[in-house]
């Protein structure tokens, strides 16, 4: 019954193997069973024997793969891109298509958004309407900055796919995040060189890996200066919760001086706990926030020093890097795009316009 | 050369004269002259008669057009539907797409997403991807609640369209607003119902409609209990311009004791420059803003009174009426949707938590 005679298998499968189905059998992704069957040194010993151990039982041969690939090569181009995004309102999935489609617009490609609320079963659903429509890629744009599950080799299909704001787990997918480390380090940075001596950190929720990075790259920069913060206080991503921050932080450190909030949310509800218990910002208590939500940071009163997640350049990443895997130069790792820093009158009481943001970039490779 | 003879034409053409023609002709949308040549008497004299004398000159023939009509309704069905937004932070977009795919899911249909910027040369470029890529029909999505040029006939080739948040200039088209002039009027009379009677307007740009709609239904309401605003002042959609408007009501008009603001970052500029000027809210000035945009207004200190502009529902109601339209059901002219008001403590100091929002929709014709 098998359609094509299995020509040195041991144990014949009913079509030609493919490296979908070594991956598959060995529980991995095509890219790190692909990596595994070229011995690029980017898989552990033991994943390397399992997927090799997978390719003997289904006598998958490495011809079958190139014949396959460059059929995927020579399949018929779309120039269209498929964004599926699990954000609902917007604020991460809109800047970041505008930011594909700059990089794509300019290669006669154009990208196509569809919304997945994060339900897994949504997301396979419309990968395989885009699929079934031609797309020739897929980008995954997350809202939450938390490593999430690879999708399913079965789902993708062979397609490239790339993970932006929330990584994938598979350090051998390309995944493209905000610096949140890079930032932490650099408020402490420039508070210290402010003069400030008493500084605490406002965080979200503990199990948000945007709040546990941007700690981090904080207390780096304490550690390198000997230095500690009076207080780290992790809860929620919210004005109240900073204006509640606030007023416990003064009640117990009356020498507090600068706070590091790790939201703009919680920014503007630290400020107005400050201003409520008669302290001035920044004279008396220095603030600085993160995201550079606009209609937060420019509209505050002072308004508020804080680091932009640079959403249109990880989509401009993505794109490029899509690109790049669409024409055989696929990329692995996670790829982090810096968060450069505002500063406004929160830091600063002479700061009437925001500094230029520098926009610049720089990836390193993290697996 | 002409392809095919044409039958009774007085002037021929090179192919087989469509409706479009006809209505590039007349230089109206097709739905126009659609109802034009089926005497619906919904197009006024002197345009039925430009119509049916760009059919004649053209030669073209109800019979040609049915069956082309049959025909697009014989297109293999791809259950995709194109939305195009010129959204940019996607405040407007995703919950739109949200709405619209909760709909189109219930009938094995899903939604795909693309951004204009409010480019025309990129909306078109867009369409014409989506139409290559076989979607069924269009939602055009706005962000600034103002009327928009109809999309061209010969960029939508036949494609069932609808407008949402920002309507069509031609009133033929099918497109789904808010109610802004419903909310305005319910505004002032939520306010004059708790014993407010100095009561003036914070409201945005004059050059946007939904400034003016707002306004208007407000005035209808003064003008059904014989009140008057004490001010109405129009400037922009911002925190800033808020504060300074609410400084000024309360140098020029001590007695004030009610503010409609019409959007909510306007809203919390105004109640801060009331509380730097002393007083309290709601106790000696009620506050009452427009958009539910839930960081601002349900963050706010106090909490703020609002009206929820409803865009899934929007959303959802764009996609029922494009099924309609592909089932040979097409609706005319410019829907509404009611913006329901979510009371909070900006003028109701007991209350905690937001009224449900009812979420009832009326719709009319305004056309």
């Given at each position: 019954?098998?359609?094509?005679?299995?020509?040195?298998?041991?144990?014949?499968?009913?079509?030609?193997?493919?490296?979908?189905?070594?991956?598959?059998?060995?529980?991995?992704?095509?890219?790190?069973?692909?990596?595994?069957?070229?011995?690029?040194?980017?898989?552990?010993?033991?994943?390397?024997?399992?997927?090799?151990?997978?390719?003997?039982?289904?006598?998958?041969?490495?011809?079958?793969?190139?014949?396959?690939?460059?059929?995927?090569?020579?399949?018929?181009?779309?120039?269209?891109?498929?964004?599926?995004?699990?954000?609902?309102?917007?604020?991460?999935?809109?800047?970041?298509?505008?930011?594909?489609?700059?990089?794509?617009?300019?290669?006669?490609?154009?990208?196509?958004?569809?919304?997945?609320?994060?339900?897994?079963?949504?997301?396979?659903?419309?990968?395989?309407?885009?699929?079934?429509?031609?797309?020739?890629?897929?980008?995954?744009?997350?809202?939450?900055?938390?490593?999430?599950?690879?999708?399913?080799?079965?789902?993708?299909?062979?397609?490239?796919?790339?993970?932006?704001?929330?990584?994938?787990?598979?350090?051998?997918?390309?995944?493209?995040?905000?610096?949140?480390?890079?930032?932490?380090?650099?408020?402490?940075?420039?508070?210290?060189?402010?003069?400030?001596?008493?500084?605490?950190?406002?965080?979200?929720?503990?199990?948000?890996?945007?709040?546990?990075?941007?700690?981090?790259?904080?207390?780096?920069?304490?550690?390198?200066?000997?230095?500690?913060?009076?207080?780290?206080?992790?809860?929620?991503?919210?004005?109240?919760?900073?204006?509640?921050?606030?007023?416990?932080?003064?009640?117990?450190?009356?020498?507090?001086?600068?706070?590091?909030?790790?939201?703009?949310?919680?920014?503007?509800?630290?400020?107005?706990?400050?201003?409520?218990?008669?302290?001035?910002?920044?004279?008396?208590?220095?603030?600085?926030?993160?995201?550079?939500?606009?209609?937060?940071?420019?509209?505050?009163?002072?308004?508020?020093?804080?680091?932009?997640?640079?959403?249109?350049?990880?989509?401009?990443?993505?794109?490029?890097?899509?690109?790049?895997?669409?024409?055989?130069?696929?990329?692995h790792g996670v790829f982090t795009v810096e968060c450069p820093m505002v500063v406004r009158e929160s830091t600063d009481p002479d700061r009437r316009t925001p500094l230029e943001s520098t926009g610049r970039i720089f990836s390193r490779q993290s697996s």
């Amino acid at each position: 019954m098998s359609r094509t005679a299995p020509s040195r298998s041991v144990k014949p499968v009913r079509h030609r193997p493919t490296l979908a189905d070594v991956a598959r059998l060995a529980n991995v992704s095509v890219a790190t069973a692909s990596k595994a069957l070229n011995r690029t040194d980017r898989v552990s010993a033991s994943t390397q024997r399992a997927i090799v151990a997978a390719a003997q039982q289904l006598g998958y041969r490495k011809s079958t793969e190139s014949a396959s690939a460059s059929s995927t090569h020579r399949r018929q181009r779309s120039g269209l891109v498929g964004l599926i995004t699990s954000d609902y309102n917007g604020r991460f999935a809109l800047p970041m298509l505008t930011g594909a489609e700059t990089t794509l617009g300019a290669s006669n490609h154009a990208a196509l958004l569809m919304s997945s609320h994060g339900r897994p079963a949504l997301e396979r659903s419309h990968i395989d309407r885009l699929a079934a429509h031609g797309v020739d890629g897929l980008i995954v744009v997350g809202n939450t900055t938390n490593p999430r599950p690879p999708l399913d080799p079965k789902t993708t299909m062979g397609l490239p796919v790339i993970y932006a704001y929330d990584p994938s787990r598979d350090p051998a997918d390309c995944s493209i995040i905000c610096d949140n480390v890079g930032a932490g380090a650099q408020a402490i940075e420039y508070l210290l060189s402010l003069g400030r001596r008493y500084i605490a950190i406002i965080a979200g929720p503990e199990d948000f890996q945007a709040a546990k990075d941007r700690a981090r790259g904080a207390w780096r920069t304490f550690t390198l200066y000997d230095f500690r913060p009076i207080a780290v206080l992790f809860d929620a991503w919210s004005e109240e919760w900073g204006e509640r921050a606030a007023q416990l932080l003064i009640e117990q450190h009356p020498h507090l001086d600068a706070i590091y909030c790790l939201s703009d949310e919680i920014a503007r509800g630290a400020v107005r706990g400050l201003m409520a218990a008669g302290k001035r910002v920044p004279q008396d208590v220095a603030v600085v926030g993160h995201d550079n939500w606009f209609v937060f940071a420019a509209n505050a009163h002072p308004t508020l020093t804080t680091f932009d997640n640079n959403i249109p350049m990880l989509g401009k990443m993505a794109a490029r890097y899509l690109l790049d895997a669409l024409a055989g130069r696929p990329h692995h790792g996670v790829f982090t795009v810096e968060c450069p820093m505002v500063v406004r009158e929160s830091t600063d009481p002479d700061r009437r316009t925001p500094l230029e943001s520098t926009g610049r970039i720089f990836s390193r490779q993290s697996s």
